[in-house]
């Protein structure tokens, strides 16, 4: 067991942490060469019984639980799936941060001309290879692919959605918030329309204001993915909200309708 910590400051000024997050310091990544914390939430009945939870991963964790450390505002993460545990909608989360400036090169599969990139393989690679395979020891966890699920925003939107396609074996179900689906010539589109079908869940948003050309992206996608065999409200659930900003308080905003969708009749097991 590593060493789990309660999460820092829960209490004090500014901070906006509810129910449990635990927190492991400096995780080194061999495939990166670096290191962060990981936190990791805990739904309401962990400390109760001895069931196994279904795990989403998501990236930007800075930004999950902690109004203190987020960029702009928080998710509300954790506010959100303690109100959805009174459905028996519950999940642990696991919030990888990112590196500063190096966010685009590890959310980046490909290389743009523009504003670099190229690490997406390796962030993935840590993800598969070191994060998921701790949390599945240090935590009861459901660790088939059909239990564990990748999302973020943005730049984190297009790197779950290529993780997603890239690691099926591993991740079943994908959450991708008004995803950059514009990064390197939209390199996303066609690899995903090359990629076999993978079973399982897509959700995917964009908001208005986000501009009418990428409102355009995520229709494209929706069709491809349409055409790939993934189901209306079954499969695929893409949400276009007027008004949306490409900005945290949209992606809070919406963040209730992406967790019920891709977690909703996910229930915890019993033990093994």
């Not at 930004?63 to 459905?87: I, M």
């Not at 400036?101 to 393989?121: H, K, S």
């Not at 079943?172 to 010539?185: D, H, I, K, Q, R």
Request: net charge neutral; glycine share 12%; aromatic share 10%.
């Amino acid at each position: 067991m590593n060493d789990w910590r309660e999460y820092p400051d829960a209490d004090g000024p500014g901070h906006t942490v509810t129910g449990t997050v635990r927190v492991l310091h400096g995780l080194r990544s061999p495939q990166l060469g670096n290191a962060r914390d990981l936190l990791v939430y805990l739904p309401p009945s962990y400390g109760t019984g001895g069931r196994r939870y279904p795990v989403l991963y998501m990236h930007d964790g800075q930004n999950l639980f902690d109004e203190a450390t987020s960029f702009g505002r928080e998710w509300d993460v954790d506010r959100t799936l303690d109100d959805a545990s009174a459905e028996g909608i519950e999940a642990i989360v696991v919030g990888i941060p990112n590196m500063g400036e190096l966010r685009i090169a590890e959310y980046a599969p490909w290389t743009d001309a523009r504003v670099g990139g190229g690490r997406g393989d390796d962030y993935l690679r840590f993800l598969v290879e070191t994060v998921k395979p701790l949390i599945d020891t240090d935590f009861r966890t459901r660790p088939e692919r059909e239990a564990t699920g990748i999302a973020g925003s943005s730049m984190g939107g297009l790197i779950s959605l290529y993780g997603f396609f890239r690691h099926p074996g591993t991740f079943g179900f994908c959450g991708a918030m008004s995803p950059s689906l514009w990064f390197a010539g939209n390199a996303i589109l066609p690899f995903i329309e090359s990629s076999p079908f993978v079973p399982g869940r897509i959700y995917l948003d964009i908001g208005t204001r986000e501009g009418a050309v990428a409102v355009q992206h995520v229709a494209h996608l929706r069709e491809l993915l349409l055409r790939k065999g993934y189901r209306r409200r079954r499969d695929l659930l893409v949400v276009v909200e007027t008004g949306g900003r490409h900005e945290e308080t949209a992606w809070a905003r919406r963040l209730h309708r992406e967790l019920r969708f891709l977690l909703s009749g996910m229930r915890g097991s019993d033990p093994r």
